[in-house]
């Protein structure tokens, strides 16, 4: 069974960056089936998709973060990574890391979620 | 960029028929996924591809997509639906709907 586990600071400074890695255990970050997802939802709101890697390393961002979000992988680790430059207050959140099989595809598997606060 | 138009609640009573709706440009010619939400929890798959069960949803969720508007339909609700949900689909990047809020009474 495939599961996904966020793990990273809970609290980050404002104009800091906001680091978090995503560990897969049960399947790999390098089958070419798939695509890795970062999707958030502020405290209250709805979900908002940041971007994802597939097995290749290629990355595809939503046009509203792409200046500041990069998203890496580790086939060693089986991990990938969400870095977000510059953070502000709106950036507090849930994160989620999931699974998609294409872009025509759900996010079919789910983490569980972790939630950054960004305050001084 | 695509937007997607939910309304903001649904109320239903126990096992009666309930009707979300998820409102897009032409969103018919897309793939529409549905996610339940409840609260602290992650989302989970409910409907994909427009009206596809993944295993272990219970056939009284349902979806169907046309036009400018997809729907979710959870027959004879129960009180575990009681949830948000989201509608998704890709436009040259993922978007989600604003949700709904499902309260069964």
């Known amino acids: 069974q495939l599961q996904l586990q966020e793990s990273g600071p809970g609290l980050v400074k404002p104009s800091e960056t906001l680091s978090l890695t995503c560990t897969v255990s049960g399947g790999s970050i390098s089958s070419s089936s798939y695509y890795w997802e970062w999707i958030r939802q502020p405290p209250g709101k709805g979900l908002e998709w940041i971007g994802n890697?597939?097995?290749?390393?290629?990355?595809y961002y939503n046009p509203s973060l792409r200046s500041r979000v990069t998203i890496s992988g580790d086939t060693s680790k089986n991990q990938f990574s969400l870095k977000l430059n510059a953070v502000t207050a709106a950036d507090t959140a849930v994160y989620y890391c999931?699974?998609?099989?294409?872009?025509?595809?759900?996010?079919?598997?789910w983490g569980q979620g972790t939630l950054v606060t960004v305050s001084s | 960029s695509y937007e997607l138009t939910q309304p903001l609640s649904v109320s239903v009573a126990l096992g009666q028929t309930a009707r979300i709706t998820c409102g897009g440009n032409n969103i018919g010619s897309k793939n529409v996924h549905w996610y339940q939400q409840k609260p602290g929890q992650a989302p989970v798959l409910v409907i994909y591809?427009?009206?596809n069960r993944p295993s272990g949803i219970p056939e009284r969720f349902s979806g169907s997509n046309s036009g400018n508007t997809a729907t979710l339909t959870i027959g004879g609700a129960q009180a575990g639906d009681e949830a948000d949900y989201y509608c998704?689909?890709?436009?040259?990047?993922?978007?989600f709907g604003t949700g709904t809020k499902v309260t069964v009474l």
């Open positions: 890697i597939y097995y290749s390393g290629s990355t």
């Open positions: 591809r427009d009206s």
């Open positions: 998704q689909v890709w436009d040259s990047a993922r978007v």
């Open positions: 999931g699974r998609v099989s294409g872009s025509g595809w759900p996010i079919d598997y």
